[in-house]
């Protein structure tokens, strides 16, 4: 929308229920509802889009980065209404879309392809037979699969009939077709991929590559160009293999190649996504273009802006993928209020590219990406440390985020070399007491701001009642609180000094600590003091939870909420299993009577665009299933019931004070 409004183009927006306040309804010159927050109500129903299309005037329509942006009857049906479909011919997306399909074209242009089987024979028995003979570990791919959807990783015989099953129940959900393929699983590969463009004339380009190596699911997360430790002479081959793609099948606009690049940098077609990629703006930041641009005015009927020996590589951009997700709990997604957001400040070397403000909502209905962070500088070194420092300026308060483990990721040795297939994946680092301190006296502080207020409001101010000095008769004012990082639990005594300062002692450790807080906006800066050593970071206290952000990111501390404001037994404590997430249950395994080990699957629910399988948590025998296949559950809800559950754990007073020099 912002690139057609620089051309002078109106836009229409269609929008679901999910997403009437949504900013890509506000940016549209006209905005039209087609249906029920369900994709498939609303996003995938082809006619609608078509009527709404018809009904402003719009002479093309610009499909996006999924739902029906690679479907080829939607192309086909855009065509037989008059109207310009934004992308490559129908022939073109059905080709690439099946994969199959497409590496038997790429075999026959001499693009390199990997070993595996691509039959029509989709019997189980013979894809079984036929990840034998191309041997372990491999690879189950959805044929019309992308996105990481319908796609498993088998790296032994007995996991194998489990992975295909769970690979075509998704790649059916996704895509209206199970159908699979098998291949050979490269070990620490590289996903390169390289941007493709083609006019209705007969020119095509490409415009270097990405490196999109660090994934999860299977899906990027961060993607950079050019590539790390490829030479211009590999830069050159792998462009004329992608170009040799596109015209094996006659594409025309924005296309990628995607291949598989071994430890020698032999690389493989893997497959081709017929529209613009999420990645696309680090493309740009390196080459000075539009890509949306160069796609409109190939639509439009005009020749590509530049040809191949005036694209110039400049310098390097790194594209960074915020998700609301949980690194910590196997980058779980998760759906919730942006309660707090903040961004770092757009500028010719940063862009923030997303579609939400705070205040609106993660929706459980489509993808869990908020934002994308791109930054480019004049060399790798100096991209990364930018994008380090940007990641520190996107705070979010709300949901869990994947904010930490991208500033973790910028740190990480192998990847600041370049080294990008090694597995990144780190377990969280306790807190430390310097920060543990900074968290304990900006509770305090707050606390203390709070009775301030209420002395202000009192009628009598300076009631003993309303001090905020903890003052005791001959006796130091001792407390002891605890605050819960993760799953470990710290205690820490907190001693009121005169003069207003504080000291802490942590896991043995005695500091001296004071501060002071200001308020801007809707977060707050807290300057600490922790044994002389100046710290500053901004302070969003939400529902219990403390967010810290500093340089090094966000810490969050939770504060554990007293008995008498919980609820009745958590099923969490009782061994229950529970959904993870907002879904639909997709399969039930047990039934009332059954016994079951611990690890063993009871139910498989999908959510965001995910399958989870739930597991039991312990050893037992199921006494109630609670959901049948196709019903809809809450976020935590029970799935099933066990025999003779466990009562709740007795839990101490999380929040406790205690006076005099005994308190511990």
């Known amino acids: 929308m912002k690139t057609a409004k620089k051309m002078g183009i109106r836009t229409v927006a269609v929008y679901s229920d999910a997403d009437e306040n949504s900013m890509h309804v506000d940016m549209a010159d006209e905005a039209f509802h087609i249906g029920a927050a369900d994709s498939r109500e609303s996003y995938l129903k082809m006619e609608k889009i078509i009527e709404v299309a018809i009904q402003s005037g719009a002479q093309a329509i610009h499909p996006g980065y999924g739902f029906l942006s690679e479907k080829p009857e939607f192309a086909e049906l855009c065509e037989k209404k008059g109207l310009i479909f934004i992308g490559p011919p129908a022939s073109a997306i059905r080709d690439m879309g099946i994969k199959s399909t497409s590496k038997a074209i790429m075999g026959s242009a001499g693009v390199p392809i990997i070993e ?265 070194d100096q991209a990364l440390s930018l994008l380090k420092e940007s990641l520190q300026e996107y705070n979010i308060v709300g949901l869990n985020t994947n904010i930490n483990f991208l500033s973790s990721l910028c740190e990480h040795g192998h990847f600041k070399k370049g080294d990008v297939h090694t597995d990144f994946i780190k377990q969280k680092i306790p807190l430390s007491h310097e920060m543990l301190a900074q968290a304990s006296l900006g509770l305090l502080l707050l606390e203390r701001q709070e009775q301030e207020g209420r002395a202000t409001l009192s009628s009598d101010p300076f009631s003993v009642w309303n001090s905020n000095i903890s003052f005791r008769l001959n006796n130091v004012a001792k407390r002891r609180i605890r605050l819960d990082d993760g799953d470990k639990k710290v205690y820490i005594i907190v001693s009121y000094n005169k003069d207003g300062s504080y000291t802490l002692e942590v896991e043995g450790h005695r500091m001296h600590v004071k501060g002071k807080l200001q308020s801007e906006g809707s977060r707050t800066s807290l300057t600490a003091s922790v044994d002389g050593r100046v710290f500053k970071s901004w302070l969003v206290d939400q529902e219990g939870t403390l967010h810290l952000f500093t340089k090094d990111g966000c810490h969050k501390v939770h504060r ?67 959901f049948s296949a196709g019903q809809s559950v809450n976020r935590h809800a029970q799935l099933v019931q066990f025999q003779e559950q466990e009562q709740e754990e007795k839990t101490e007073d999380e929040y406790e004070d205690e006076e005099g020099p005994e308190a511990e």
């Open 116 to 380: 595996g089987y691509h039959g029509d024979d989709q019997s189980d028995e013979r894809l079984r037979q036929e990840a034998e003979r191309i041997g372990y570990p491999v690879m189950l791919k959805a044929v019309r699969g992308g996105g990481g959807k319908g796609m498993r990783i088998v790296m032994k015989p007995e996991e194998f009939d489990d992975a295909l099953e769970s690979a075509r129940r998704e790649s059916l959900k996704s895509f209206n077709d199970d159908n699979m393929l098998v291949e050979k699983f490269v070990n620490t590969p590289r996903h390169v991929e390289v941007q493709v463009f083609a006019d209705t004339l007969g020119n095509t380009v490409y415009l270097f590559e990405r490196d999109c190596s660090v994934q999860r699911r299977h899906q990027k997360i961060i993607e950079e160009a050019p590539a790390p430790d490829v030479s211009s002479e590999m830069r050159q081959k792998i462009g004329e293999a992608a170009v040799k793609a596109a015209k094996a099948v006659g594409y025309v606009g924005a296309g990628t190649v995607e291949f598989i690049m071994d430890k020698e940098q032999n690389f493989y077609f893997m497959e081709m996504n017929t529209r613009l990629q999420v990645e696309h703006p680090v493309t740009e930041m390196v080459t000075g273009q539009d890509l949306v641009e160069w796609q409109l005015r190939v639509a439009a009927g005009e020749t590509l802006p530049l040809a191949q020996e005036d694209i110039k590589l400049i310098g390097h951009s790194f594209e960074a993928r915020i998700y609301a997700e949980d690194p910590d709990s196997d980058f779980l997604p998760g759906a919730g209020p942006l309660l707090h957001l903040s961004t770092p400040q757009s500028s010719d070397t940063i862009r923030v590219e997303t579609g939400v403000r705070q205040g609106d909502e993660v929706s459980v209905h489509y993808d869990p990406m908020i934002a994308k962070l791109v930054v480019w500088s004049e060399n790798r």
């Open 560 to 626: 554990p909420v007293p008995k008498f404001l919980r609820g009745g037994p958590s099923a969490a404590s009782q061994g229950s299993a529970l959904a993870p997430m907002t879904g639909t249950i997709v399969k039930v395994y047990v039934e009332p009577g059954q016994s079951v080990e611990e690890g063993e699957t009871l139910v498989i629910m999908e959510a965001m665009k995910m399958e989870h399988v739930i597991r039991a948590p312990k050893a037992g025998v199921i006494e109630k299933v609670l």
